[in-house]
């Protein structure tokens, strides 16, 4: 796609609002039939939550769930929220911003209520309601064929992210807060109001709310450098200015205060974050084909087909694939942002496409299927959503032998009565969180900062002196890491040290020195 000179979306005119994408002919079916049928917003939600309940295991997954969820009981527990770590020995006591609680209290409850059965269906609750909010959102800035279209890559990118964390539970807002600012900036006005609250609720979510702060102030800009026809910079700058403070402003409405605005910079500024954490690292192409397909699909729009953005909108989507090419864990931000900041314009040059081709009765049917469903439709989705997810509560889920889940391991070293201070794969703490184990390190980077991290993974490695020196300085006692942890096999030949037990998930040393310690 290339850039129009101009910005904005040019209004559908009258000619092309005629196409029958927009205002079909209704095919023969019974009225009675029709008002039975939901509308796609419905579909599509029905089929991401049947999609996230037809393997629900991958949900759990990530071992950053149990540290949620640890987290949030510890708060039910005891009333209030752990500024400073509960949870590491190694820096115990140490101020720690607990920027996910509300998400985390959310997930907690829910785990004691309802177990893991809960908190995966909570889960694809919160990802179909995210999925039909976007479509609905898409049908109404455009062309029923084409948001279908961008549906496709966008549910594709969010799948690998289908995980029971935080940024799940936010993803609806997110779609909100975006649909609200594209439809304040294409309709040539301030954004509404009662956004604001979104803001709030997302910035007690979950960290992504920055994103939203930065994606409103980028079309305050665009705003005020491309002022539509009776539009004037000034009252332009005045009115999105405004609201971007007030956004700002309202943001800082959490327990954190402006702890929880800074703390995702500090994360951004730990260098050796990306060598750690696999979401925070690029995407390997093979295993990301919808992202191919956005940029690829981008390149075909402009060259094969002359589909045209304005100049700002063209900045916007290629910052958009900078981010998702440049960390996994931005794909999300592509997925939602990205179709509705181009939707509007790219709907009236569809449409002059479509109009020479001959619409079928099923075309029309489909496009039918753009209006709010009727009640007798709304209970039929509500009754098959049911269904979902009543088949999903008959098979009770229990987490073992995930990547996630060292329990046979945790389970032989409670055997062996091992006590004192672990060295632990960074990935295991989150586990040993939920079991009530002092971790060397967990999944929460931004508590132990950059520099620890450093020496933590240089021991990991197996390189000396710096594993000697963080064994010695923490009087480690037993360790649980992976198998192919460099460190492992450091172990099997570290004076001091033997292997006590090994399995495909996990290799447990014991200091057989006590006076090591």
Not at 326 to 342: E, N, S, T, V
Not at 361 to 383: C, D, H, K, M, N
Not at 417 to 426: A, D, I, R, S
Not at 440 to 457: H, K
Request: hydrophobic share 55%.
């Amino acid at each position: 796609m290339v850039a129009r000179s101009h910005a904005g979306t040019a209004p559908v005119s009258s000619e092309e609002s005629s196409h029958p994408s927009l205002t079909p002919v209704m095919p023969r079916v019974g009225a009675a039939s029709r008002q039975f049928i939901p509308s796609w917003p419905w579909i599509v939600g029905l089929a991401a939550l049947l999609r996230a309940l037809a393997v629900p295991g991958p949900l759990l997954h990530d071992p950053d769930t149990y540290m949620h969820v640890a987290a949030g009981r510890w708060m039910l527990a005891h009333g209030a929220l752990p500024f400073h770590d509960p949870f590491s020995y190694t820096y115990a006591g140490a101020p720690w911003v607990p920027h996910e609680w509300l998400a985390e209290i959310v997930l907690g409850g829910v785990f004691d209520l309802t177990g893991w059965t809960g908190v995966v269906l909570l889960t694809a609750i919160s990802f179909a309601l995210a999925m039909a909010v976007l479509m609905r959102l898409l049908l109404h800035r455009g062309d029923p064929f084409l948001a279908l279209l961008l549906m496709i890559p966008s549910f594709g990118l969010l799948l690998p992210h289908l995980l029971a964390r935080p940024h799940i539970l936010a993803l609806s807002l997110m779609v909100v807060w975006c649909g609200g600012m594209i439809a304040a900036r294409d309709e040539g006005r301030a954004p509404a109001l009662w956004l604001l609250p979104v803001m709030a609720l997302w910035a007690n979510l979950h960290a992504g709310f920055m994103f939203g702060l930065a994606f409103a102030a980028f079309l305050g800009g665009e705003a005020v450098l491309w002022p539509g026809e009776r539009e004037s910079r000034r009252s332009n700058a005045c009115r999105w200015g405004l609201f971007v403070a007030a956004a700002i402003l309202i943001s800082l409405a959490t327990p954190n205060g402006l702890a929880g605005l800074l703390q995702p910079f500090r994360l951004v500024a730990m260098p050796s974050l990306q060598s750690a954490v696999i979401e925070w690292q690029a995407p390997r192409l093979p295993d990301e084909p919808m992202l191919e397909l956005w940029a690829l699909g981008a390149v075909a729009a402009g060259f094969g087909f002359g589909l045209r953005l304005p100049l700002p909108r063209l900045i916007l989507v290629v910052g958009l694939l900078y981010l998702a090419f440049g960390h996994l864990r931005h794909a999300d931000l592509l997925a939602i942002a990205g179709p509705l900041a181009i939707i509007g314009s790219l709907t009236p040059q569809v449409l002059r496409i479509l109009r020479p081709l001959p619409i079928a009765t099923l075309t029309e049917f489909f496009a039918r299927l753009t209006r709010p469903a009727s009640p007798q439709a709304t209970a039929v989705a509500l009754a098959l959503a049911a269904l979902i997810c009543l088949s999903a509560i008959v098979r009770p889920i229990e987490r073992a032998g995930d990547p996630a889940t060292p329990a046979a391991a945790l389970k032989a070293a409670e055997a062996l009565e091992l006590t004192g201070p672990v060295f632990n794969e960074y990935q295991y703490g989150s586990y040993l969180i939920f079991k009530g184990v002092p971790t060397f390190i967990d999944g929460r980077m931004e508590l132990y900062g950059g520099d620890f991290l450093d020496r933590y993974l240089a021991a990991q490695r197996g390189a000396e002196p710096a594993l000697s020196e963080l064994l010695d300085h923490y009087h480690v006692a037993w360790t649980l890491l992976k198998p192919d942890d460099g460190a492992v096999m450091q172990f099997d030949h570290l004076a001091g040290w033997r292997r006590t037990y090994t399995d495909e998930q996990a290799v447990i040393h014991v200091r057989s020195d006590p006076a090591g310690q």
